[in-house]
């Protein structure tokens, strides 16, 4: 009889539907079907390693995924440290925070007729609808946070610390901000001079001309010390932009200090963008192991998918597969309140990246 | 205080991650989030109203979902009558047909390089690989079983029963094929030229000039019979392509002949596609209102997603969700063995269009 | 110094503004750039090789192209035998004729409301109109056109050719339809029973029992049969769908028989479709060699744009830089107008593969 | 005779091939068909009433269009003032910078193994190739001018001109930072600390604590009062990212201060990002103007597809049908040297929104 080619190894196992299934069976019988089910069911397995393995796991986090009913499962991986550091767009911390002061996203149609949003002070992103006069007086509030602050620069990473603090005490409820806050993790959001947080900064410094003062390449000499300091690392990043970029940027800058770095260990990307243009988003992540931002030998897989599909089941599936996991973990220890974060005790020399040691 | 807007009426619950959840839980979490997570927990709310509902429910499946692993939880449709008529391109009921015989589909990776797998003749879709020497045999074993017709014209309905039941017969494996010739379930295969099933009619032919007719006008008019004979429809359809526009189709068809059609009460489509660029496998369900396709007030929603994520996520949740309506439910009961259809024991005229009774 | 990496020789060469270039201009100043736009100077380039090597041209066309206003460039390609040899999908030879006719496809909105536009008879493609009962005539046009026919089965080939005749001698318009009549250029059509060419073809049935029979089995015998009277063959394909694949189809098919024909020597695809989907519109040519659609050493790209886009360039382009090579060309001869075709001359054995020669 | 519905009234105009035409020929042949192809072409109409009517033009530039061959296009539009005002990644100024500095890109292969690119020093950007030790030269350079500075925050539209202005000075070669300096023409980076300009002003901070300050909420505020300014106003804008909702920003921002705002009168953008998912990037125009970024009664339109392709044809168009009106342009006056830019002569307040005069 002919040998079977060394191609034909592994065969595709169909999906058996049954009654009552809990996410993480779902996800372990999509393992040997095709495309982007086998892509996420991957995912989950990748996931459950990187808790098991020490590793620093980045989450990066792009797209209206707070607006969009996302933002308690984010902070569930968060104050459960799933994750260990968190990347984020300002829109997405913004949104949080809207909700966090009690306020609402809706239920919105994406064929509604937009004069007559804008009519009634609605802000619509894609089916969703918030109030705009809520937005203008978070607006005020993020303002009147900022001058609250010593008239310094502040790294987002400490800025946010701070914000989340401050909405924790005022509120005491949860949500991204808060979660991080009180489980010390921290947030870095490069961007946020295109967000309304930054909006609310710009308000601020428009009542006082030396408050609102963001030190964003502060970030970048902070989130590299976080790799150096230790450098097997991994990235989950949802919705590509600037986290997943900066949580990449991150270990390359790591790299030019300390040549052990080596890229992530571990990554996996939920996107819905596609490589063929170019675009930083969409790109694979073969690509980035040409430019080290990820080990060659990295567990890796990328998601061609929307996170409200996908998350949901993933985190869910997490829930259950990764309960021992998540127990016997030991994370990273921050302590982010003041201009220099530190890890397990010992603080980033400020403004320097660390020497290897 | 300020009244609340008319648009600000349900606001977005975000989901609760749980350990423990199944399918159907999840989907219910889904539904007052945002973007396509909700669009699927709406698709799953609105296939249960079908299933409730007294309507003939049509299932379109494009893509390769049998080789990349859902060809059992199609299976599962239509052996438990969630549906009542399948629509399919040949490249899927070709590869169930090859798995039912007993080959399988292999774990491979988009990467490999294309000429190796050439030059061992295995065959790649995408991630997945099967072997060119059993396709081989395969396409001569549909020549085979051709060759066992009549030396008439047989419509795809007729076809496809036919050879489901000798596939049944032969190998007593289930399979879309055999399910279907079980359950008395018709397929239509409006594009079956355009497949490996196409070219082993096309081998049956080279042999004896007078096999391997297929009638594929004969399926326009029994396609749009059934819709004349039920006038109520729905149509949940995968990834587009000719099963999509041929479900469409048969309800305006039907129209011609029969003004109570009125088109789709249900519809629900899971694709990949976009409208932006005019295809008909993206294009929306109001788009098919325009043409009558769908009902103005019919219930409807587009997944954008994967398939192979979807489809596994939300059979699930209808095997437990929908288990009392799929109980209650009295669907149609077909008589495909031949020529002409009969449906709850009334044959179709042969070759005309049902006259208004 | 450190000599050039063998990855670094052709430098990128940034687009050149200026007034007054050319189509053919623009996309020589494109062939240095990245990503699309790179790729669709190479189809350019292909094309072009295409023109002047002895390869049978196959161009395949699905997607709205016919309403959305390129079936005026189809048929410049056909007259001007850029291609040989034509596979379509239904709707783009029934919006074809629908012009043909007389009548006309209209500028519209994506974001109508539909159900006004189905209470005055207008169907939507996308932001394209058409009078529905415009269309219920071409419907009953073509059933009577079948009913002019000799009562057996008709080839899609043998009838698209006696439609454009037809055509041709009521309207004497031009069109892809007339165009194709008139040179003598195949046109196949895999999924006509998916279109309201079909439709129409159902109604000539409803009228009498014996008319409107298709022969789609054999079409896949004579395009086999084309591929292996002359085995080097090239595809243009524009959009995918079922003529993306039937094309690779022939070749597959005709290489059970002539173990010389070895798959496409050249292919381009302008599509909008992705690969990491698993569906063959989207599949990538690399995928197309290990089913042997295409040769290892083809020269090859795939475009990911919308053609409305891409082909008015492109072939505004080829119009100048192919002139020559158009006039040197000695493109194959079809008879196309009995039930077996011919070549050079030369018939195709009816309902039969040709033994290799 | 039955009267037109008055859904009918403009007809498609099918595209007709001839050899010669000019870039601005062809848009002007593709105004009446339809899907992306009618979008390009009114894109090319809005860009020409832009330029004859009186508003300040933002152009928005993601994705790699640097890198990707579209620099020399982005300057020539900036040189010859199409637009006002450029918001760009970061990323896109630096692989500008590079090849200003006489380093190149390179043609690559998107299947290229990437671990061979990452032995030989190889960055990847989907087909284009660049060498990681010009890179890492290139941080060393932006350390060191930045080290030239001032021990002050600066904005980045401030730190731009100054780089642009020192890169003019030691190269004299063309390119977007130096055609922008020598333009005056002001650039915004919102999300500088999200690239390897950001990357390299962190090696600034390395050296000496107090060098690369960057006051991105500053930006903020200029840029809004660019708008209050002037508050008729346009966006164009490639690829979306934080460029696209920057430039929205600043008019939402600028109608906290000055309600005659109301939104960019014009808009275009070239996205290849979808709505659906609830990005920023694919968002549409429509839902813009719920949020008063773009007026109600804006003349807008998006254009799915990648730039590479688009972007050549339009300009390239432009440069001929542009010609006069951009003669009779007279654009805005920049004075970008200081902490406080001033436009026609006039100063904005530091740090402080403008009131409304």
Redesign the interface.
């Known amino acids: 009889m002919k040998k079977k080619?060394?191609?034909?190894?592994?065969?595709?196992?169909?999906?058996?539907?049954?009654?009552?299934?809990?996410?993480d069976q779902?996800l372990a019988?999509?393992e040997?079907?095709?495309?982007?089910?086998?892509n996420?069911a991957k995912a989950h397995r990748i996931w459950q390693k990187m808790l098991q393995d020490d590793v620093t796991i980045f989450l990066g986090m792009?797209?209206?995924l707070s607006?969009?009913?996302?933002?308690?499962?984010v902070a569930?991986l968060i104050a459960n440290r799933y994750v260990d550091c968190l990347v984020s767009t300002g829109?997405n911390l913004y949104h949080d925070l809207h909700?966090t002061r009690g306020r609402?996203?809706?239920?919105?149609s994406?064929?509604?007729n937009?004069?007559a949003?804008?009519d009634?002070?609605?802000?619509?992103?894609?089916?969703?609808?918030?109030?705009?006069d809520e937005f203008?007086d978070n607006?005020e509030w993020i303002a009147a946070f900022a001058l609250t602050l010593e008239r310094r620069?502040y790294t987002t990473r400490e800025f946010l610390y701070r914000l989340g603090e401050y909405l924790w005490k005022e509120t005491r409820r949860e949500g991204i901000l808060t979660a991080a806050y009180r489980a010390s993790v921290p947030i870095f959001c490069?961007?946020?001079?295109?967000?309304?947080i930054?909006?609310g900064?710009?308000?601020a410094?428009?009542r006082e001309?030396d408050a609102?003062?963001?030190?964003?390449?502060?970030?970048?000499?902070e989130s590299?010390n976080l790799v150096i300091r230790r450098p097997r690392t991994a990235s989950v990043v949802l919705?590509g932009?600037?986290p997943k970029?900066?949580i990449n940027?991150a270990s390359?800058?790591a790299e030019?200090y300390d040549d052990r770095v080596g890229g992530h260990r571990y990554a996996l990307q939920i996107v819905?963008?596609?490589?063929?243009?170019?675009?930083?988003?969409g790109?694979s992540l073969?690509?980035a192991?040409?430019?080290?931002k990820l080990a060659?030998d990295a567990e890796q897989v990328t998601v061609?998918?929307?996170a409200?599909?996908?998350?949901?089941?993933l985190?869910?599936a997490l829930?259950?597969s990764a309960?021992d996991a998540l127990a016997a973990r030991k994370p990273l220890q921050f302590e982010l309140s003041g201009p220099a974060m530190a890890v397990e005790g010992r603080p980033f020399p400020?403004?320097?990246?660390e020497a290897r040691t």
């Open positions: 080619s060394r191609f034909l190894q592994t065969a595709i196992e169909p999906f058996a539907v049954e009654a009552g299934l809990t996410a779902i019988r999509m040997r079907i095709s495309f982007q089910g086998r996420l792009a797209g209206a607006a969009g009913g996302l933002r308690m499962a569930h829109a909700e609402r996203h809706y239920i919105g994406p064929r509604e937009d004069a949003l804008q009634e002070h609605i802000d619509r992103v894609y089916d969703t609808y918030a109030s705009e203008v607006d620069p490069p961007a946020i001079a295109d967000s309304s930054g909006m900064l710009s308000q410094r428009h001309a609102g003062h963001i030190d964003v390449i502060g970030d970048i000499v590299a919705g932009g600037t970029n900066f940027q390359v800058q030019f819905t963008d596609v490589p063929h243009f170019g675009g930083a988003s790109s073969e690509e192991q040409s430019w080290g060659t061609q998918a929307d409200t599909i996908a998350l949901p089941l985190v869910s829930a259950t309960r400020p403004g320097r990246f």
